[in-house]
């Protein structure tokens, strides 16, 4: 029998399921987020806590052909040190070797964190410009939901200054900042492998290398033609939205261009706006409003023009 305030170790989804959806279950995997927000908050005494991590249902790579499916119990050192990882997503694996450090990572899960919804993690600019989704499972079943469609705004994280969680404590993470119901977890994560032509690049701004979440980070993923033409392009920055933004968001003015400076300025400028939308909660607007434009500009410099960015590792 279950009470409030234990902790419990699921054998299995179904079990999970069931117990996740019981009136304030808390699942986790890792613990690296959840532990952070926990301790010493006494909103959390009389949650039921369902351990996700290590569960062998949930512990597994599969290359799938055009796709790898990763198993949400998978930790972030687990994924760095599959070849398949690093051959066909390149871009994900380096977003998620640049997550805190080597002990935070040996616990993280990919799906904590993306599950966290933090603006500033790592892993979610790259699994949205690489159009990946999620399969949830409850009590009613499984559905498959695009990254992209995932997130909930949350403007209380945009108060954050890094790791400095001052305001959002949110211990309802999968109703209150994801678009799941109470008790659906994420059970796998599902990522079209990128192709010879399909260029990347992930950056991290932050203030301590070893450790700190970004204060700034993005992906971007993008292709040329025979003749030089941009055919595809995708940027999300992390670190400024309420929720995960691929741009451009409608029109993609870089198509069947030749790519050059003036050209991605019209990027720059179509984020650079949006942004000043968030003037009155980004934390660090001021210095943020300003880096960004410029990283972004190198970023395009380095995936189009094969221009490396000034010291690939920034720090401030
Ligand atoms: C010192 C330190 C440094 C860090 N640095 C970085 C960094 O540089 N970059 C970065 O991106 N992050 C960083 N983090 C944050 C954290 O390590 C990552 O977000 C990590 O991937 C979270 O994974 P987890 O398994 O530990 O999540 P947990 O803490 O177990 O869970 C996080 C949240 O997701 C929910 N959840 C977990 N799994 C599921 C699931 N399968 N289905 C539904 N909900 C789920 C939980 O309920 C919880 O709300 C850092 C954390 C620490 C403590």
Same mark, same amino acid.
């Given at each position: 029998m279950i009470q409030v305030g234990d902790y419990c170790r699921p054998a299995s989804v179904a079990e999970a399921v069931t117990l996740c959806a019981r009136e304030g279950a808390v699942s986790f995997a890792g613990g690296t987020d959840l532990m952070v927000k926990a301790r010493g908050r006494s909103q959390f005494r009389d949650k039921t806590f369902v351990d996700l991590g290590g569960m062998s249902e949930l512990s597994f790579i599969r290359d799938e052909g055009e796709t790898i499916s990763i198993g949400a119990a998978v930790t972030l050192t687990q994924l760095l040190q599959t070849a398949a990882i690093k051959e066909s997503v390149p871009l994900l694996w380096q977003a998620a070797s640049r997550v805190a450090n080597r002990q935070v990572r040996n616990r993280a899960t990919l799906a904590g964190n993306i599950a966290n &919804?933090?603006? &500033? /993690?790592?892993c979610i600019p790259a699994l949205m410009v690489l159009g990946a989704s999620v399969t949830v499972t409850g009590t009613e079943g499984e559905r498959t939901i695009p990254v992209a469609e995932l997130f909930r705004s949350c403007e209380a994280c945009l108060r954050h200054d890094g790791m400095q969680v001052r305001t959002c404590f949110f211990l309802e993470t999968v109703t209150k900042k994801l678009t799941l119901r109470q008790g659906e977890l994420i059970t796998s994560l599902e990522i079209s492998k990128q192709s010879a032509e399909q260029r990347s690049v992930f950056y991290k701004l932050t203030?301590?290398? /070893?450790s700190g979440m970004a204060v700034l980070n993005f992906a971007m993923t993008g292709s040329l033609g025979a003749d030089g033409t941009v055919t595809a392009f995708s940027v999300c920055p992390g670190g400024v939205f309420p929720k995960p933004r691929c741009f451009p968001e409608r029109e993609n003015p870089l198509l069947g261009r030749l790519p050059d400076r003036a050209l991605f300025q019209s990027i720059v400028q179509e984020i650079s706006d949006s942004l000043a939308a968030e003037k009155d909660t980004l934390a660090g607007y001021a210095y943020k409003s300003r880096v960004l434009p410029e990283i972004l500009q190198d970023g395009m410099a380095q995936l189009f023009l094969g221009i490396p960015m000034e010291g690939s590792e920034w720090s401030i």
């Open positions: &919804a933090c603006p &500033a /993690s790592d203030e301590n290398r /070893s």
